[in-house]
């Protein structure tokens, strides 16, 4: 065990962080515009659109892009692939980060945010918001103690450090399922709207088809943090480890599209891939950027070994899956005159609160050992 | 009103009631001619004298060159030979010295004609309805209007010339639940509030659920209703405003005397306790009932029979108007509805208060919920639905036939009779040759006419544009395009159409016809959610949240054919006014082809006004640009046919600036 | 009828007979006591435009052509009161209950405003009060207290062609049947809300095709609930066997490295 030191290095103030914080700023404004004013006032939400951009980017999204956590703590300890050890603690940091900015979105979403406990008291085991809210609560707190050892080892609480990593197999694997369970279960939102989300996207196994998407799109989160923050951090990058993630994105990816294929085929509504119809144009811009094209980039050796290449793949993964997750939300409600386009206050909510994942990041990553456990065991 | 509302509005009724009679269908379930009113009390008020020329129970008024009631009465009570003409007219002595009794009681003796001298007289052609009324307002000629329980500033034909006339005034007074745009006329668009002299007293009254009183519908059943709640704040029910009237008019020729006091001090005004001051300190709605009804003022007795038999003791209320006497013995305030607050067997029964839910086999006739005018009688010329024996044409609906083994339930023996409803009579059918009747026992001479005398513009429908048309030439009859019969108040000479250029007429009853400035058809209609021009229904949050806005219906056609859309904003102009309306374009409104060529109709609600919503959101009156012409009978305006251009705006139309 | 407390009640729309008269519409607000929002006209007769927090039910306005002949149709919309509803299995607090009575009941002090419920219920029923800092979602209640106390839903009450009728719902099935059969030319073979969703308390009849009036179609027929039920009750099964696998999987791959340490 290394004892830890901070990052002398690297100052937490730079000119990305003043942006970020300049964001987060307008940000307030607009959550007091939203708590001063309501909903409507604040957004362009309306009866006929009741999930806006917050629940489609902030819920749904952000869920799936914080899935990299539940990947890497799978892949290191239940699978022993010790390689992705060092990228272990981001991976948790990213995905405990993730979850706080859904939580905050989602009170922030809610029209009676100070009830937000209810369901926790209120039982309705029959609902999947219930499931959800009571898997986002305990799996952010798992990835909260999933989270202490390098708070503790910064405070040099050896002690409960030691009953903590007594613990891990089991709050690991507890972590896992409360994943599964929910990031399958944002697909299973949508069940229950057979006759309104378009064909193209509903699917009684909608739930598995979130769940496989956010497992590429979560080992893509940390390929690309990994990247960002060894340039950030002027660290070296790990190309092995990035070599694999871009392997198990591809090989997930494949699994993804084919049952994405034939999930079509067997519904008998294939051929409204190519009816023209606006769904059908950004259904196909979906599947070809988000999954075709990074599919057929990280089968390639030598882009898998390219940092860039890498990069643009993960990056294309993650655009796939924001859209997925916005064509699901969206294509249930919009069309038919209905529409709908994002106040500037719900975008700049929703800047404001990845800018506050990324400062949070910086924070953790400056103060607290985040890294520092791989390279003790370098 | 899509009928009426038209110059030649009673022709339009007349040729389908004349359909009616050749179907025989006069007098059957089902029958006759059902007029929609535009109110719900409409027959209710004219039955009770609302109208300039007639008295209560449809009795002429008198015109000025009938001095005595002698005369009166033999000018209007028609006469016949045939012995099986009913001919109930004949009784018109009975009920004009009835009503003389009702409204001056003891001081109507047979020595002063009954009071006959103190009824209002009718110069000799003189007409008293509502567009020659306003006429006379804007050329100076009153002082002083009662706007009660209206708001003509919206409702009245040509409105502006209407909003015009009431700056004439040296005083109005407004009665209405709210505020309207007739009382605040004076502060509505184009008027000067400096300029206008016209002093507005507002006396706001109870609405209907406010105060107890009866309604009369079209088919003539008059139902009580009660008083839900007390009226609210200041406001009064009407009867109240005019005892407070009556009490300080009163007074007031008491003390100055006057031109002529008498009608107004001889008046009978019974209908409550008297404070010291001798006011009625309350108004009781029932005693007014009665009067109606009518009262025995002696005991009265059949001697024509033997023996004689007691017809009513003096002091009780009348059976019915069978019992009303021509020599001041009896008293009815109108006598169509005597019968309606009668005695049974000594106890007072409201019978128009009746909620008896029995019905005549299913003809959802119910006779004993309320009650209808004539005693009771639920299908007038009843006697028409049964052949000459008495035999009903339509069995399977059968009103009356006649039943000549009858028991009667008292002396259990037979008695031949009518079963059903109320005969028109208790005559026996027409083929007996003796005592039976013909139906039409209003007619003279006892039969329904097809063409016969009565009204100013012929013996027979004849057809005939409207004032404001879009074509050259009455397709049926070049003399005349439009009724020669109608009494314009703009152009006077020639082909009626053609206004004449020369001074001394008002520039507000101008017409356009074959204009093409003006070169669509117009009418006029209401909306579920509006009552009336709005005045109770725009202050309603609901109705005016359902209903927000005047808008101007258009076919696909017309619509294409101007590059308008539904939910446009258009200026609606006549020659008259304009006003600003939202387009609905609707597969509704079709083109017509008229004489070879295409007539485009646009339809407008006439329920919005200026003053409410307050925001102007709702637009003005479509009456602004309604024509000032009437029926040649009636003068009913024109309202349902005049002409119009439609112009797409692009500015934002409501709203005060 | 309604005296029948025990047995779930229904109600019958006849569009046939509706003249369009907007008295319910009226008479839900007032009994209901709902505030107005600012309407303009906007060139149709349907006003408000659609249901909201503040509309219960209302009225729209259909006009078509068919076979030259002008039809004007008037729909009476308001929440269908679904047998097995789906905002109820959609609210993570229980804040829609149905009641064994029929009406879908809704308590506003438990909803957190996640508004699930708007985006599962497949008529489009529940509405929010977006206005309001503090929203709550609103929708029909079918009068439910009106009904507790013997009296008929205010906007059945107030129907002056008696195009609606109220009454158990068994009455007013048999009632819809019987409609149909003894008019079968009248009316299309459809009775919606039938099986709609797996059946509804509100039941429509009309004599042109409910598509044409804009009514929903592609409504399965089997309770929506069960959809995410399907899902749901797999979640017991599923954490149980995923520990078990995980562990298994842990444990073999970490023998080794246990071993190792121990050592």
Same mark, same amino acid.
């Given at each position: 065990?290394?004892?830890?030191?901070?990052?002398?290095?690297?100052?937490?103030?730079?000119?990305?962080?003043?942006?970020?914080?300049?964001?987060?700023?307008?940000?307030?404004?607009?959550?007091?515009?939203?708590?001063?004013?309501?909903?409507?006032?604040?957004?362009?939400?309306?009866?006929?659109?009741?999930?806006?951009?917050?629940?489609?980017?902030?819920?749904?999204?952000?869920?799936?892009?914080?899935?990299?956590?539940?990947?890497?703590?799978?892949?290191?300890?239940?699978?022993?692939?010790?390689?992705?050890?060092?990228?272990?603690?981001?991976?948790?940091?990213?995905?405990?980060?993730?979850?706080?900015?859904?939580?905050?979105?989602?009170?922030?979403?809610?029209?009676?945010?100070?009830?937000?406990?209810?369901?926790?008291?209120?039982?309705?085991?029959?609902?999947?918001?219930?499931?959800?809210?009571?898997?986002?609560?305990?799996?952010?707190?798992?990835?909260?103690?999933?989270?202490?050892?390098?708070?503790?080892?910064?405070?040099?609480?050896?002690?409960?450090?030691?009953?903590?990593?007594?613990?891990?197999?089991?709050?690991?694997?507890?972590?896992?399922?409360?994943?599964?369970?929910?990031?399958?279960?944002?697909?299973?939102?949508?069940?229950?709207?057979?006759?309104?989300?378009?064909?193209?996207?509903?699917?009684?196994?909608?739930?598995?088809?979130?769940?496989?998407?956010?497992?590429?799109?979560?080992?893509?989160?940390?390929?690309?943090?990994?990247?960002?923050?060894?340039?950030?951090?002027?660290?070296?990058?790990?190309?092995?480890?990035?070599?694999?993630?871009?392997?198990?994105?591809?090989?997930?990816?494949?699994?993804?599209?084919?049952?994405?294929?034939?999930?079509?085929?067997?519904?008998?509504?294939?051929?409204?891939?190519?009816?023209?119809?606006?769904?059908?144009?950004?259904?196909?811009?979906?599947?070809?950027?988000?999954?075709?094209?990074?599919?057929?980039?990280?089968?390639?050796?030598?882009?898998?070994?390219?940092?860039?290449?890498?990069?643009?793949?993960?990056?294309?993964?993650?655009?796939?899956?924001?859209?997925?997750?916005?064509?699901?939300?969206?294509?249930?409600?919009?069309?038919?005159?209905?529409?709908?386009?994002?106040?500037?206050?719900?975008?700049?909510?929703?800047?404001?609160?990845?800018?506050?994942?990324?400062?949070?990041?910086?924070?953790?990553?400056?103060?607290?050992?985040?890294?520092?456990?791989?390279?003790?065991?370098? | 009103?899509?009928?009426?509302?038209?110059?030649?509005?009673?022709?339009?009724?007349?040729?389908?009631?004349?359909?009616?009679?050749?179907?025989?269908?006069?007098?059957?379930?089902?029958?006759?001619?059902?007029?929609?009113?535009?109110?719900?009390?409409?027959?209710?008020?004219?039955?009770?004298?609302?109208?300039?020329?007639?008295?209560?129970?449809?009795?002429?008024?008198?015109?000025?060159?009938?001095?005595?009631?002698?005369?009166?009465?033999?000018?209007?009570?028609?006469?016949?030979?045939?012995?099986?003409?009913?001919?109930?007219?004949?009784?018109?002595?009975?009920?004009?010295?009835?009503?003389?009794?009702?409204?001056?009681?003891?001081?109507?003796?047979?020595?002063?004609?009954?009071?006959?001298?103190?009824?209002?007289?009718?110069?000799?052609?003189?007409?008293g309805s509502w567009l020659v009324l306003f006429d006379h307002m804007l050329k100076g000629k009153f002082e002083g209007f009662f706007a009660?329980?209206?708001?003509p500033a919206?409702?009245g034909?040509n409105?502006?010339k209407t909003r015009k006339a009431l700056a004439k005034l040296k005083w109005m007074?407004?009665?209405?639940?709210?505020?309207?745009?007739t009382?605040?006329f004076?502060?509505?668009?184009?008027?000067?509030?400096?300029?206008?002299?016209t002093?507005?007293?507002?006396?706001?009254?109870?609405?209907?659920?406010?105060?107890?009183?009866?309604?009369?519908?079209?088919?003539?059943?008059?139902?009580?209703?009660?008083?839900?709640?007390?009226?609210?704040?200041?406001?009064?029910?009407?009867?109240?405003?005019?005892?407070?009237?009556?009490?300080?008019?009163?007074?007031?020729?008491?003390?100055?005397?006057?031109?002529?006091?008498?009608?107004?001090?001889?008046?009978?005004?019974?209908?409550?306790?008297?404070?010291?001051?001798?006011?009625?300190?309350?108004?009781?709605?029932?005693?007014?009932?009665?009067?109606?009804?009518?009262?025995?003022?002696?005991?009265?007795?059949?001697?024509?029979?033997?023996?004689?038999?007691?017809?009513?003791?003096?002091?009780?209320?009348?059976?019915?108007?069978?019992?009303?006497?021509?020599?001041?013995?009896?008293?009815?305030?109108?006598?169509?509805?005597?019968?309606?607050?009668?005695?049974?067997?000594?106890?007072?029964?409201?019978?128009?208060?009746?909620?008896?839910?029995?019905?005549?086999?299913?003809?959802?006739?119910?006779?004993?919920?309320?009650?209808?005018?004539?005693?009771?009688?639920?299908?007038?010329?009843?006697?028409?639905?049964?052949?000459?024996?008495?035999?009903?044409?339509?069995?399977?609906?059968?009103?009356?036939?006649?039943?000549?083994?009858?028991?009667?339930?008292?002396?259990?023996?037979?008695?031949?009779?009518?079963?059903?409803?109320?005969?028109?009579?208790?005559?026996?059918?027409?083929?007996?040759?003796?005592?039976?009747?013909?139906?039409?026992?209003?007619?003279?001479?006892?039969?329904?006419?097809?063409?016969?005398?009565?009204?100013?513009?012929?013996?027979?429908?004849?057809?005939?544009?409207?004032?404001?048309?879009?074509?050259?030439?009455?397709?049926?009859?070049?003399?005349?395009?439009?009724?020669?019969?109608?009494?314009?108040?703009?152009?006077?000479?020639?082909?009626?159409?053609?206004?004449?250029?020369?001074?001394?007429?008002l520039?507000e009853?101008?017409?356009?016809?074959?204009?093409?400035?003006?070169?669509?058809?117009?009418?006029?209609?209401?909306?579920?959610?509006?009552?009336?021009?709005?005045?109770?229904?725009?202050?309603?949050?609901?109705?005016?949240?359902?209903?927000?806005?005047?808008?101007?219906?258009?076919?696909?056609?017309?619509?294409?054919?101007?590059?308008?859309?539904?939910?446009?904003?258009?200026?609606?102009?006549?020659?008259?006014?304009?006003?600003?309306?939202?387009?609905?374009?609707?597969?509704?409104?079709?083109?017509?082809?008229?004489?070879?060529?295409?007539?485009?109709?646009?339809?407008?609600?006439?329920?919005?006004?200026?003053?409410?919503?307050?925001?102007?959101?709702?637009?003005?009156?479509?009456?602004?640009?309604?024509?000032t012409?009437?029926?040649?009978?009636?003068?009913?305006?024109?309202?349902?046919?005049?002409?119009?251009?439609?112009?797409?705006?692009?500015?934002?139309?409501?709203?005060?600036? | 009828?309604?005296?029948?407390?025990?047995?779930?009640?229904?109600?019958?729309?006849?569009?046939?007979?509706?003249?369009?008269?907007?008295?319910?519409?009226?008479?839900?607000?007032?009994?209901?006591?709902?505030?107005?929002?600012?309407?303009?006209?906007?060139?149709?007769?349907?006003?408000?435009?659609?249901?909201?927090?503040?509309?219960?039910?209302?009225?729209?306005?259909?006009?078509?052509?068919?076979?030259?002949?002008?039809?004007?149709? /008037?729909?009476?919309?308001?929440?269908?009161?679904?047998?097995? $509803? &789906? @905002? %109820?299995?959609? =609210? !993570?607090?229980? +804040?829609?209950?149905?009641?064994?009575?029929?009406?879908?009941?809704?308590?506003?002090?438990?909803?957190?405003?996640?508004?699930?419920?708007?985006?599962?219920?497949?008529?489009?029923?529940?509405?929010?009060?977006?206005?309001?800092?503090?929203?709550?979602?609103?929708?029909?209640? /079918?009068?439910?207290?009106?009904?507790?106390?013997?009296?008929? $839903? &205010? @906007? %059945?009450?107030? =129907? !002056?062609?008696? +195009?609606?009728?109220?009454?158990?719902?068994?009455?007013?099935?048999?009632?819809?049947?019987?409609?149909?059969?003894?008019?079968?030319?009248?009316?299309?073979?459809?009775?919606?809300?039938?099986?709609?969703?797996?059946?509804?308390?509100?039941?429509?009849?009309?004599?042109?095709? /409910?598509?044409?009036?804009?009514?929903?179609?592609?409504?399965?027929?089997?309770?929506?609930?069960?959809?995410?039920?399907?899902?749901?009750?797999?979640?017991?099964?599923?954490?149980?066997?995923?520990?078990?696998?995980?562990?298994?999987?842990?444990?073999?791959?970490?023998?080794?490295?246990?071993?190792?340490?121990?050592?």
């Amino acid at each position: 065990m290394a004892a830890y030191k901070e990052r002398k290095n690297v100052s937490f103030f730079s000119r990305g962080t003043m942006i970020l914080l300049i964001l987060l700023g307008i940000a307030a404004f607009a959550a007091l515009y939203r708590f001063t004013y309501g909903l409507g006032a604040a957004t362009d939400m309306s009866d006929k659109v009741p999930w806006g951009l917050w629940v489609a980017f902030d819920v749904l999204a952000g869920v799936a892009l914080a899935a990299g956590g539940f990947g890497i703590t799978a892949a290191v300890y239940i699978f022993n692939m010790k390689k992705y050890k060092p990228i272990a603690r981001p991976a948790i940091l990213t995905a405990f980060i993730g979850y706080l900015i859904v939580i905050i979105g989602l009170v922030i979403d809610i029209g009676q945010p100070t009830r937000f406990w209810h369901p926790l008291v209120m039982w309705q085991h029959k609902s999947i918001m219930f499931e959800v809210v009571w898997c986002i609560s305990l799996y952010t707190t798992v990835l909260a103690i999933e989270f202490t050892p390098p708070v503790l080892e910064r405070l040099r609480w050896t002690g409960l450090l030691k009953i903590i990593k007594f613990f891990t197999y089991p709050i690991v694997i507890a972590g896992i399922i409360l994943s599964f369970l929910h990031q399958s279960s944002l697909g299973a939102f949508f069940l229950i709207m057979p006759s309104k989300l378009n064909a193209l996207w509903y699917s009684p196994i909608m739930p598995q088809m979130f769940y496989i998407s956010a497992i590429a799109v979560g080992l893509s989160m940390v390929s690309i943090e990994s990247i960002v923050s060894a340039w950030a951090f002027k660290r070296e990058y790990e190309p092995g480890i990035i070599k694999g993630l871009g392997k198990g994105v591809a090989i997930t990816l494949l699994v993804y599209l084919v049952v994405k294929i034939a999930d079509l085929i067997v519904r008998g509504k294939f051929s409204m891939v190519f009816d023209g119809s606006t769904a059908s144009r950004f259904y196909l811009i979906e599947i070809f950027m988000g999954v075709i094209i990074p599919m057929i980039l990280l089968s390639t050796q030598k882009i898998r070994e390219s940092i860039g290449g890498t990069f643009i793949s993960a990056m294309l993964v993650v655009g796939g899956v924001l859209m997925n997750r916005f064509n699901t939300n969206f294509f249930s409600q919009v069309g038919n005159g209905v529409s709908y386009f994002p106040t500037w206050r719900e975008f700049a909510i929703t800047i404001g609160l990845v800018s506050l994942g990324i400062i949070l990041y910086r924070l953790a990553v400056i103060f607290l050992p985040v890294f520092e456990e791989a390279e003790a065991e370098h | 009103m899509g009928w009426t509302q038209h110059t030649v509005g009673t022709q339009n009724i007349r040729a389908m009631t004349i359909i009616q009679l050749l179907l025989g269908n006069i007098g059957m379930a089902g029958g006759g001619i059902n007029a929609l009113r535009g109110e719900s009390n409409v027959q209710g008020s004219t039955d009770h004298g609302l109208l300039f020329h007639i008295l209560p129970g449809y009795m002429p008024v008198p015109s000025a060159s009938i001095t005595d009631l002698q005369t009166y009465i033999e000018k209007h009570t028609p006469k016949t030979k045939d012995p099986k003409s009913v001919n109930w007219w004949s009784n018109r002595n009975k009920y004009i010295i009835s009503y003389l009794k009702a409204i001056y009681g003891s001081k109507a003796v047979k020595e002063n004609d009954f009071g006959y001298s103190w009824l209002p007289k009718l110069d000799e052609g003189q007409n008293g309805s509502w567009l020659v009324l306003f006429d006379h307002m804007l050329k100076g000629k009153f002082e002083g209007f009662f706007a009660w329980g209206q708001n003509p500033a919206c409702s009245g034909a040509n409105a502006n010339k209407t909003r015009k006339a009431l700056a004439k005034l040296k005083w109005m007074v407004n009665v209405n639940l709210f505020d309207n745009e007739t009382g605040s006329f004076w502060r509505g668009p184009g008027m000067n509030p400096k300029e206008i002299q016209t002093e507005v007293f507002m006396l706001p009254c109870a609405s209907s659920v406010e105060k107890e009183g009866s309604i009369t519908n079209s088919g003539r059943l008059a139902q009580w209703r009660y008083k839900a709640i007390e009226p609210i704040g200041e406001s009064k029910p009407d009867s109240e405003i005019m005892n407070e009237l009556y009490f300080r008019v009163k007074k007031l020729y008491q003390k100055q005397g006057g031109k002529f006091p008498d009608p107004i001090i001889n008046l009978t005004w019974n209908y409550g306790e008297k404070d010291a001051g001798g006011k009625i300190k309350e108004v009781d709605t029932h005693k007014i009932a009665k009067e109606i009804n009518g009262y025995y003022l002696e005991d009265l007795v059949d001697k024509k029979v033997t023996p004689p038999k007691t017809i009513g003791k003096k002091g009780h209320l009348c059976t019915n108007f069978v019992t009303l006497q021509a020599d001041g013995t009896t008293s009815c305030g109108c006598w169509i509805f005597s019968g309606s607050y009668t005695e049974k067997d000594d106890k007072i029964v409201n019978m128009m208060a009746r909620r008896g839910k029995k019905d005549i086999g299913d003809l959802g006739l119910y006779p004993e919920w309320a009650w209808c005018w004539p005693i009771n009688r639920r299908i007038i010329y009843n006697r028409a639905s049964v052949d000459l024996n008495g035999k009903p044409w339509d069995p399977k609906r059968t009103v009356i036939k006649w039943n000549p083994n009858k028991l009667d339930p008292k002396t259990k023996q037979t008695a031949p009779g009518w079963e059903g409803d109320v005969p028109d009579g208790p005559a026996p059918p027409m083929a007996d040759e003796k005592a039976g009747k013909y139906p039409f026992i209003m007619k003279t001479d006892g039969r329904g006419a097809i063409f016969g005398p009565g009204l100013v513009d012929g013996p027979f429908p004849e057809h005939y544009e409207a004032l404001e048309c879009p074509i050259q030439e009455n397709p049926l009859s070049s003399k005349h395009r439009i009724s020669p019969t109608v009494k314009l108040f703009y152009g006077v000479k020639g082909p009626h159409d053609a206004p004449a250029e020369k001074g001394g007429l008002l520039p507000e009853d101008v017409f356009f016809s074959c204009d093409i400035r003006y070169p669509y058809v117009a009418t006029t209609y209401r909306v579920s959610e509006h009552w009336q021009t709005g005045v109770m229904t725009r202050h309603q949050p609901w109705l005016l949240e359902s209903m927000p806005q005047q808008f101007v219906e258009m076919s696909e056609e017309l619509a294409k054919e101007k590059g308008i859309k539904s939910g446009d904003k258009i200026k609606v102009k006549s020659g008259r006014g304009e006003i600003m309306a939202v387009a609905v374009v609707t597969k509704r409104f079709k083109p017509f082809k008229v004489v070879g060529s295409t007539v485009h109709q646009v339809g407008l609600p006439w329920c919005f006004g200026w003053q409410y919503p307050e925001d102007g959101s709702g637009g003005d009156s479509s009456n602004l640009l309604t024509p000032t012409i009437g029926d040649s009978n009636t003068l009913i305006p024109e309202t349902k046919a005049f002409m119009v251009n439609i112009e797409k705006v692009k500015e934002e139309i409501y709203g005060k600036k | 009828m309604a005296k029948n407390e025990k047995k779930p009640i229904g109600a019958l729309i006849d569009l046939t007979k509706c003249i369009g008269c907007r008295g319910c519409q009226i008479a839900c607000k007032s009994w209901n006591n709902r505030a107005v929002k600012k309407t303009v006209m906007t060139g149709n007769f349907t006003n408000p435009i659609d249901l909201n927090s503040e509309t219960y039910t209302m009225i729209k306005y259909v006009e078509k052509e068919q076979d030259a002949l002008m039809e004007w149709d /008037f729909i009476k919309v308001q929440c269908m009161h679904c047998k097995n $509803p &789906a @905002c %109820v299995s959609a =609210c !993570p607090v229980g +804040a829609f209950q149905k009641s064994p009575e029929g009406p879908v009941m809704y308590e506003p002090e438990k909803c957190i405003g996640c508004r699930y419920c708007m985006m599962a219920c497949p008529f489009q029923i529940p509405k929010y009060e977006w206005e309001k800092v503090s929203p709550v979602v609103q929708k029909c209640t /079918f009068c439910a207290e009106r009904i507790s106390e013997g009296l008929i $839903p &205010a @906007c %059945v009450k107030t =129907c !002056p062609p008696k +195009a609606i009728i109220f009454g158990t719902y068994e009455e007013i099935l048999a009632e819809a049947e019987k409609r149909i059969k003894e008019n079968p030319k009248k009316y299309v073979n459809h009775i919606y809300g039938k099986e709609e969703a797996g059946g509804t308390s509100w039941l429509y009849l009309s004599s042109v095709p /409910f598509e044409t009036l804009g009514f929903k179609m592609n409504i399965p027929k089997r309770p929506l609930p069960d959809l995410t039920w399907a899902s749901l009750s797999k979640i017991p099964v599923t954490v149980g066997s995923l520990a078990l696998i995980l562990s298994a999987i842990a444990y073999i791959r970490n023998r080794g490295e246990n071993n190792k340490e121990e050592k």
